[in-house]
């Protein structure tokens, strides 16, 4: 049974954890927001599939 409740104590303290990574006081600080994407794909690298994406325009089509 204890174990039980260690498994659950650490899955919440995960879970709490990256709920706040998420959060930054920075987001508020200006105007200027940054925004970081990413892609991976099984058949291409990332870099590459970046790269594609940004010259094709798909980051600014999204975010407006």
């Known amino acids: 049974m204890a174990f039980v409740?260690?498994?659950?104590?650490?899955?919440v303290l995960v879970g709490v954890a990256l709920a706040a990574t998420g959060c930054d006081v920075r987001a508020t600080a200006g105007d200027t927001?940054?925004?970081t994407?990413?892609?991976q794909s099984k058949?291409?690298?990332t870099a590459t599939a970046g790269?594609?994406?940004?010259?094709r325009g798909?980051?600014?089509?999204?975010?407006?």
């Open 33 to 35: 927001q940054v925004v």
């Open 5 to 11: 409740h260690r498994r659950l104590m650490a899955a």
């Open 37 to 39: 994407v990413g892609y």
């Open 58 to 64: 798909y980051f600014e089509q999204r975010l407006a």
């Open 43 to 45: 058949t291409i690298n």
């Open 51 to 55: 790269t594609l994406l940004r010259a």
